[in-house]
């Protein structure tokens, strides 16, 4: 389409989909010869992220730069800023796209301080939910959404990953001053064979983090009423980490699931989605999340819940989406062991999903936004 371009991608945690995302959307952007490079906090991922980082180092020809971020604001963000800022300096983007609320100030701030010495930097945000989360009526959302207004006089252009998280930004920030694009998440072809569970595999999954915005306390509650329900015992895996995790680990004990509810560690989605037959996200929020799309490709028969912009991967009034609630998820959980054909032929058909959702059409419509801003 052009000249190659120097690309810098920041964030602050390099977990879960927007690690995800950036990861795709790094190795596209490679392959067509830009170069890549990372800036994220260090004090967050472990072993199976540091995994990630080194599957994808040949393709950030900028590096991968892991820096202490703080999640909240704070006393510390000073000295964080200071070394991202010169982190970002170092590498002269002609591109600098941050992901999330904390890599949406970073890139917008600093692409704004670098303009002052006469960089030509193009400044772009993917909020990927982040902010967007928070309650307009606390006194904290109101802060950080006066933020975000003040904020999107320094963008040139606004990401978004679903029509869902568009809505909410006008509704809580306001129409965006910066043009803005629509551009969903997208699945490379090898995402699309599918996956055989494993023998013995268990019935249900859940795969995320622990943490209750992802709703792991309402899938135990339902896997716990579906058994009553059925008179039957339902076995579960449950894959992830977080600080929530001692607490869903007692309400197995508590709900006497203990035999029947294994909890694993981080792992490759495509690994954890043969140790069961179905999956159930229940998460109470979400922009538009990777493992319903990864799941779906992988030809896994889903229960989800109908927040953020789930809905808009689904066909329109999708029996398989329920509220964020453990007794609708219960009942959707004992109509799927009933009949699981009948459930799988309620999922998108894998033309719709590729049609939607590919890398390719993510990252083309990604690089036109970034062509467009620096010849405007």
């Known amino acids: 389409m052009g000249r190659n371009l120097r690309i810098v991608h920041c964030f ?8 995800r995302h950036v990861r795709d959307l790094a190795q596209a952007q490679s392959a067509e010869g830009h ?22 180092a040949d393709t950030l020809a900028l590096g991968a730069h892991r820096t202490p971020m703080q999640r909240h604001v704070g006393p510390g963000d000073v000295t964080a800023a200071y070394r991202t800022y010169s982190l970002i300096k170092q590498l002269q983007p002609d591109i600098l796209h941050g992901h999330g609320a904390k890599g949406g100030v970073y890139s917008r701030l600093f692409g ?10 193009a400044r772009l945000y993917s909020p990927h939910g982040g902010s967007l989360h928070y309650d307009a009526n606390t006194m904290t959302g109101k802060l950080i959404f006066a933020a975000e207004r ?15 998280e568009e809505r909410v930004f006008r509704e809580k920030i306001g129409p965006p001053r910066a043009p803005s694009s629509l551009v969903y998440n997208g699945l490379g072809e090898a995402e699309f064979i599918p996956v055989t569970p494993e023998s013995g595999a268990a019935h249900f999954l859940y795969i995320g983090m622990m943490r209750d915005l992802k709703g792991p306390d309402i899938f135990i509650d339902a896997l716990a009423r579906s058994e009553k329900s059925t008179g039957r015992e339902l076995t579960a895996v449950m894959v992830g980490d977080g600080d929530d995790l001692p607490a869903y680990r007692e309400q197995v004990t508590r709900l006497g699931l203990g035999g029947r509810v294994t909890f694993r560690p981080p792992m490759p989605a495509r690994q954890a989605f043969a140790l069961a037959r179905a999956i159930v996200v229940p998460s109470r929020a979400e922009a538009m999340p990777y493992i319903v799309l990864e799941a779906l490709a992988a030809g896994l028969p889903m229960i989800a819940t109908s927040v953020g912009g789930i809905p808009e991967i689904f066909p329109a009034g999708s029996p398989a989406l329920a509220r964020p609630d453990a007794s609708e998820i219960a009942a959707r959980m004992e109509n799927l062991v009933a009949d699981p054909p009948a459930w799988q032929a309620l999922m998108p058909t894998t033309d719709a999903l590729k049609g939607k959702f590919g890398v390719d059409v993510m990252a083309r419509a990604i690089e036109r936004e970034y062509f467009r801003v620096l010849e405007s």
């Open 150 to 164: 003040v904020m999107d006089r320094f963008t040139d252009h606004l990401f978004f990953v679903s029509g869902y």
């Open 12 to 19: 602050r945690s390099p977990v879960g989909g927007i690690f």
């Open 35 to 56: 170069l890549v490079g990372i800036i994220c906090d260090s004090s967050t991922g472990g072993d199976y992220e540091d995994r990630l980082f080194e599957q994808i």
């Open 112 to 121: 704004s301080l670098l303009r002052v010495s006469r960089s030509r930097v």
